[in-house]
Nanobody, 121 residues
Framework: QVQLVESGGGLVQPGGSLRLSCAAPGSTFSIRRMGWYRQAPGKERELVATIISDGRTDYADSVKGRFTISRDIGENTVSLLMNSLKPDEAAVYYC???????????????WGQGTQVTVSS
């Protein structure tokens, strides 16, 4: 199995910045895509940003121009720099990876436990 370890959540004021990081330690699997989703209370989980192995990125329209996702392939880590944060973006942010352990035949999604981001004065 693939473990995803998240860090960087916390409290930030509106208009502030925060950087989230996610690591997938180990070398017994391949990763095709990594990214971040978020879920606020009473709302559906939604895509924030993803990055795939060829460097292509995908962002939610609401965060384009403010958030930047990057990946360190060798270390199997992904970072999300969030700028100009808004109060309605407070949520639990979940790291996601599309991965395949070498011992398995199929790709599947793996999820971190989530990290809380609070945007408040």
């Amino acid at each position: 199995q693939v473990q995803l370890v998240e860090s960087g959540g916390g409290l930030v004021q509106p208009g502030g910045s925060l950087r989230l990081s996610c690591a997938a330690p180990g070398s017994t699997f391949s990763i095709r895509r990594m990214g971040w989703y978020r879920q606020a209370p009473g709302k559906e989980r939604e895509l924030v940003a993803t990055i795939i192995s060829d460097g292509r990125t995908d962002y939610a329209d609401s965060v384009k121009g403010r958030f930047t996702i990057s990946r360190d392939i060798g270390e199997n880590t992904v970072s999300l720099l969030m700028n100009s944060l808004k109060p309605d973006e407070a949520a639990v942010y979940y790291c996601n990876a599309k991965a395949k352990p070498f011992s398995l035949w199929a790709w599947r999604d793996y999820w971190g436990q989530g990290t809380q981001v609070t945007v408040s004065s």
